[in-house]
């Protein structure tokens, strides 16, 4: 029979399987040379980072009554920030899709379920 730390112990071990299997990094959105990804170690507030050739930025949703009303961007610590075209796209993208961004995140972090990364091709108009 089972006991209540044998329960404990397998759960630990599922979930530290689980989590090593999933991606580090996993990828949101392609868009033209800006990856836009979550880390698997992140923390809330809902935040994205977008990266570029070495360059990184971070966006952070602003949420109230289960709305986006703001977003927040900023560098990121020892990281060269997105220079100013891939930061206009990166704004782009993220105001965009912010919703879609706050699911993605919620489906990630809290569901545990895996991200099917977006490449898009069409200027976000």
Known sequence: ????????????????IYWQNIPEMPKLYEYFGIIVLFYSNEHEPIHVHGKCQGRESKAELIIENGRVIEINYS??????????????NFQTLTEHYAEEIVQKWIDYF?????IEPQTITQRIK
């Open 110 to 114: 809290v569901l545990h379920r895996p």
């Open 75 to 88: 560098s990121v610590k020892g990281r060269k920030p997105l220079a100013k075209a891939e930061m206009k």
């Open 1 to 16: 029979m089972l006991t209540g730390s044998d329960i404990l112990t397998a759960f630990f071990v599922f979930t530290d």
